[in-house]
T-cell receptor, first 109, second 115 residues
Framework: GQNIDQPTEMTATEGAIVQINCTYQTSGFNGLFWYQQHAGEAPTFLSYNVLDGLEEKGRFSSFLSRSKGYSYLLLKELQMKDSASYLCAVLDSNYQLIWGAGTKLIIKP | TAGITQAPTSQILAAGRSMTLRCTQDMRHNAMYWYRQDLGLGLRLIHYSNTAGTTGKGEVPDGYSVSRANTDDFPLTLASAVPSQTSVYFC??????????????FGPGTRLTVL
């Protein structure tokens, strides 16, 4: 079966750094996505990794290890507006996205 | 540009009734998708279409049907609604290329309650 695991909820402090982990077991791999979803809104694209290593985009970075079936999203200099759910998704062998349940990130002042 | 629009925003529907959720995109994307999102679960694919005139079944297609008569529109129909179809429904589109990133863009969602 296909499975994507990420923590249900995390709490962090404004201005700090947080790492959200994602492990996956899928039939094939054609890339891994991170999306941000604020409560009551649609998911929006954050990052895409298809090769091993770190992709940096401003305050957000995403890392991938295909051999370990593992990715993380790193958020630096946290702001209150970063309070949201972060969704990990893998593009499988049929080019369909398999989604994790999401990690709800709570930012405290 | 509008991107992807969905209608209605929300709806309360009696069990056994039929309903069509509308989705329109103006990005000329070839691929479109319908997902449902339930608390504690990831987005689950209902149906998809890689190009106009073709559709495919996703992970949870039972009770739903779709059509793709043109590039822009991808309606989702519930023929006879049941309470388990209470969910938030998202339509998405992407510029589908084999080997490409296929980033998906999402509509604002339709919140459906079946009583």
């Amino acid at each position: 079966g296909q499975n994507i695991d990420q923590p249900t909820e995390m709490t962090a402090t404004e201005g700090a750094i947080v790492q959200i982990n994602c492990t996956y077991q899928t039939s094939g791999f054609n890339g891994l996505f991170w999306y941000q979803q604020h409560a009551g809104e649609a998911p929006t694209f954050l990052s895409y990794n298809v090769l091993d290593g770190l992709e940096e985009k401003g305050r957000f970075s995403s890392f991938l290890s295909r051999s370990k079936g593992y990715s993380y999203l790193l958020l630096k200099e946290l702001q209150m507006k970063d309070s949201a759910s972060y969704l990990c998704a893998v593009l499988d062998s049929n080019y369909q996205l398999i989604w994790g349940a999401g990690t709800k990130l709570i930012i405290k002042p | 540009t509008a991107g992807i629009t969905q209608a209605p925003t929300s709806q309360i529907l009696a069990a056994g009734r039929s309903m069509t959720l509308r989705c329109t995109q103006d990005m000329r994307h070839n691929a479109m998708y319908w997902y449902r999102q339930d608390l504690g679960l990831g987005l689950r694919l209902i149906h998809y279409s890689n190009t106009a005139g073709t559709t495919g079944k996703g992970e949870v297609p039972d009770g739903y049907s779709v059509s793709r008569a043109n590039t822009d529109d991808f309606p989702l129909t519930l023929a006879s609604a049941v309470p388990s179809q209470t969910s938030v429904y998202f339509c998405a589109s992407s510029d589908f290329l084999a080997g490409g990133p296929n980033e998906q863009f999402f509509g604002p969602g339709t919140r459906l309650t079946v009583l």
